[in-house]
């Protein structure tokens, strides 16, 4: 059960189905909902998911993604990690307050033993992969770094022409990390002939 659909929920619900896993969705985002259930995937309110799911990963960025009305409806031995934000994505304050014992049963992995069954913390609630494996992959975090550096570069260039305010990097910054990083895993793409260019930026021709 993937909470969220946004670029990590995306990523993480494609790998678990590929990896053989009956993948659910949960969503608050109409586009984002119609997205996953378009790539295949089944969506629900996570009040739905709780009964069904046998791990459940938060990808969301917000608070209380999972609580304590979920952990009620979660079967024995359902497992809960969060790999989209802080330790507050699962409300692991309500899970305490259920739990009569907690028990740490291997590294990473803390088992909360509740009335009529015991439901599993991966990483405290804490970015899993941080706290529970080996980080972010260097062939990802190249590209967030250029992200960052080049942003950086464009703020200084920039200087008293800005508004206060949030800014998206330029889409410009983002196609030559793209083509950056294609280039240095040796991957080819098409280019568009003259014609196609002057077709795509024109409205004179077709329907």
């Avoid at 929920?9 to 984002?32: F, Q």
């Avoid at 980080?135 to 920039?158: I, R, T, W």
């Avoid at 895993?185 to 098409?190: F, H, P, R, S, Y």
């Amino acid at each position: 059960m993937i909470a969220g659909y946004g670029w990590c929920g995306k990523g993480t619900a494609l790998r678990a189905r590929g990896m053989g896993s009956n993948v659910v969705v949960t969503e608050i985002d109409p586009v984002r909902a119609i997205e996953a259930t378009m790539d295949g995937f089944r969506v629900m309110p996570m009040t739905k998911a709780a009964s069904v799911g046998d791990l459940f990963i938060t990808t969301t960025g917000n608070k209380h993604v999972i609580r304590k009305e979920h952990f009620e409806l979660m079967h024995d031995g359902a497992i809960v990690c969060n790999a989209g934000h802080f330790d507050i994505e699962i409300d692991l304050e309500a899970l305490k307050s259920m739990a009569s014992e907690i028990k740490q049963v291997r590294d990473f992995t803390q088992q909360y033993f509740l009335a009529d069954k015991s439901i599993i913390v991966l990483g405290e609630g804490r970015l899993v992969n941080l706290a529970a494996a080996e980080g972010h992959p260097s062939a990802v975090m190249d590209m967030s770094f250029a992200n960052q550096a080049l942003a950086c570069e464009y703020l200084v260039k920039n200087k008293g022409s800005l508004e206060p305010g949030l800014h998206s990097i330029p889409e410009a910054v983002d196609k030559e990390i793209a083509r950056l990083k294609l280039e240095a895993m040796g991957v080819e793409i098409d280019s568009l002939p003259a014609e196609q260019t002057v077709y795509i930026n024109s409205w004179t021709v077709g329907t």
